[in-house]
């Protein structure tokens, strides 16, 4: 056996029995589920129903195939070769397996399958056996009981690492589902063995985590995704302040009980990266870089603030070389609510009344021509783009003007106003690409992340490379899906490999 290339879910697995309340046919929530999965599995995909199947039944089936760019095929046992055929017809008769998913299969149907080189999958119905089941007598089954749908992407994921032998690499891969989706339509995660030998299976809270973890090398997580609240009073380690999920603490217990387990990005590696304090304070090393460059690399001037109510207030800020205007963020940077919930504040007396959560982190406004660098750091490339930005200082102050220099309150996942007439061509070459190398080589070694990002702005009036923002995990959407994704699924393979490079080069 060479492996699952295609699938085909039957109707009686997709359908929920009965009508709902207006009298119309729906899915079964954990059939959403797994068409949502399969869609940019890199597996074929297809539907069948029979004849006997009511209109209404087959327009919702049909419209949930053009939805996610899945077949149609019609099921009569009577006529299976007719099935089999037009199944090799639609998608080639290739190296591989097809895999039919099914509520029942009377022996002969089974036989008749199996025979045409089919894999049959049968969902038990509720209340039987509750383990996964091959037939024997084999050494590659050919028939399979589950008894969730959820388990269908680990199921093929099982089949096609025994299939391709040892050097395949399984990836469980645990985030939110729109940031997963933004991944999966890039072709990142799919389920048919990438050219360098990885099979990604989503990681599902429906299912043990230590049975899905057991069919799996490697974690890739975004763990904020998963955090429910962060508490910043008290003196203990950040890591002792974040409250996730039931799921993603059951997650975190497997892990520590097996070690074996390989972390894309161990989860203490992005704690620093959640607080806004850390990340300052780590950025304060980048001063050891500056020696052979005309160029500096920095973090902004800080300042921590837990009560902009605090008398002495505004000689910190001149001690922490902090001019108005400020930019303030709340120390805690991501997974929560109101952590992208900023300001910038362009009078002093301002601050008594601000409206950011505490405690904040109040930064230095650079002036940089509206023009942000973004870099990503994926294993041993770096990637960067251009993108516009705010405005400088005096644009703001003209905008605030208008409405008494009141503080200017901004969610930083949205858009602020920017320089619509500012060429981003010129502002490639005001960037220093060896002194951000050396610096995302840096901050690769600090951090011991494998995938991350930073955000760099030039200070106008002296040149300073300012690095304000670092993340992990990012889209890097800016980056081109035939360079960047080849890129992510050597740096996860590097990393399973224990074969990571050491530098990082930039890609201009």
């Not at 990885?198 to 809270?205: A, C, D, G, K």
């Not at 992005?270 to 001063?287: F, N």
């Not at 963020?329 to 900023?342: I, N, R």
Request: with cysteine; aromatic share 8%; glycine share 6%.
């Amino acid at each position: 056996m060479c492996g699952v290339k295609g699938i085909v879910l039957d109707a009686s697995i997709l359908l929920k029995a009965g009508d709902d309340e207006n009298g119309s046919p729906s899915l079964r929530p954990d059939a959403v589920y797994v068409l949502r999965k399969l869609r940019y599995s890199n597996i074929f995909t297809g539907i069948s129903y029979g004849l006997d199947l009511s209109a209404p039944k087959v327009r919702l089936l049909q419209e949930s195939a053009r939805l996610y760019s899945y077949n149609c095929f019609v099921f009569r046992p009577s006529a299976i070769d007719s099935f089999v055929s037009e199944v090799s017809l639609e998608w080639g008769d290739n190296t591989g397996s097809y895999m039919h998913v099914v509520s029942s299969y009377k022996d002969e149907e089974i036989a008749q399958m199996i025979s045409s080189g089919w894999l049959i999958t049968v969902l038990r119905s509720p209340g039987k056996a509750s383990d996964v089941e091959y037939s024997t007598g084999t050494e590659n089954p050919s028939k399979i009981f589950i008894n969730k749908l959820e388990e269908l992407p680990l199921i093929i994921c099982h089949l096609n690492k025994k299939a391709m032998g040892k050097d395949v690499k399984t990836v469980g891969y645990l985030m939110k589902p729109s940031r997963e989706e933004d991944f999966a339509k890039r072709g990142a995660f799919p389920i048919k063995p990438t050219p360098n030998g990885l099979i990604f299976v989503p990681l599902t809270y429906a299912l043990p985590i230590s049975q899905q973890l057991q069919e799996i090398d490697g974690v890739l997580h975004k763990a904020t995704d998963d955090i429910i609240t962060v508490e910043m009073s008290g003196s203990s380690d950040f890591e002792n302040k974040v409250t996730y999920t039931e799921g993603m603490q059951e997650l975190q217990r497997y892990i520590g009980c097996h070690p074996d387990c390989c972390v894309i990005d161990p989860f203490t590696n992005i704690y620093p990266v959640l607080d806004r304090l850390k990340i300052q304070q780590i950025l304060g090393g980048l001063e050891n870089l500056n020696s052979k460059s005309c160029s500096k690399i920095r973090g902004p001037h800080f300042l921590k603030v837990v009560d902009f109510r605090e008398p002495k207030l505004e000689d910190k800020l001149v001690d922490a070389k902090l001019s108005l205007p400020n930019i303030v963020k709340p120390q805690v940077a991501c997974g929560v609510a109101d952590a992208h919930s900023m300001a910038i504040v362009f009078k002093a007396d301002s601050y008594k009344d601000l409206n950011v959560p505490l405690p904040a982190i109040v930064q230095e406004y650079v002036d940089h021509s509206s023009t942000m660098f973004k870099f990503y750091v994926v294993g041993k490339k770096i990637f960067f783009a251009i993108k516009k930005s705010t405005p400088n200082a005096d644009t703001l102050i003209k905008l605030a003007e208008e409405n008494e220099l009141k503080p200017l309150l901004f969610d930083s996942l949205k858009s602020l106003p920017v320089d619509k007439q500012k060429s981003q061509n010129e502002d490639n070459t005001r960037i220093d690409h060896e002194l951000v190398t050396d610096a995302a080589n840096w901050l690769r070694r600090v951090l011991d992340l494998t995938i991350f990002g930073f955000d760099v702005v030039i200070q106008e009036s002296t040149g300073d490379h300012v690095i304000v923002d670092v993340n992990y995990l990012p889209s890097f959407k800016e980056v081109p899906d035939e360079v960047a994704i080849p890129t992510f699924w050597e740096a996860i393979k590097e990393k399973l490999t224990g074969k990571q490079s050491t530098e990082a080069a930039i890609l201009l």
